[in-house]
């Protein structure tokens, strides 16, 4: 069982940053891949970006071409903790930013049913 709780979620002006951060439980944590998803009012969970192991060394980072070159995803194994620094947001970002983790693959990590464990979600608003 892997359990996550995000944090470092707020309001935000456009052009703003915010860096949230997802604490896990669990001595595997290393070996999931982790993602942050996201869901506006009355949308769908919306994928945002991804760290995959790539050669069982090192990992992959994806994103999404909306947030591609604004937001930065990444981990820090001892702390058992991925983050996902926020730059240049726009007031699209507003959403509920959710951090998830699974044994996904390079094919198929844009995919909310890969990852088995999911935190409560952190509220980013981002004023315009």
């Known amino acids: 069982q892997v359990q996550l709780v995000e944090s470092g979620g707020g309001l935000v002006q456009a052009g703003g940053s915010l860096r949230l951060s997802c604490a896990a439980s669990g001595r595997t944590f290393s070996s999931y891949a982790m993602a942050w998803f996201r869901q506006a009012p009355g949308k769908e969970r919306q994928f945002v970006a991804a760290?995959?192991?790539?050669?069982?060394?090192?990992?992959?980072?994806y994103y999404s071409d909306r947030v591609k070159g604004r937001f930065t995803i990444s981990r820090d194994n001892a702390k058992n903790t991925v983050y996902l620094q926020m730059n240049s947001l726009k007031s699209e970002d507003t959403a509920v930013y959710y951090c998830?983790?699974?044994?996904?693959?390079?094919?198929?990590?844009?995919?909310?049913?890969?990852?088995?464990?999911w935190g409560q979600g952190t509220q980013v608003t981002v004023s315009s």
């Open positions: 760290h995959v192991w790539n050669d069982g060394i090192t990992y992959y980072a």
């Open positions: 998830a983790a699974g044994r996904t693959t390079h094919t198929n990590y844009q995919q909310a049913s890969e990852y088995d464990y």
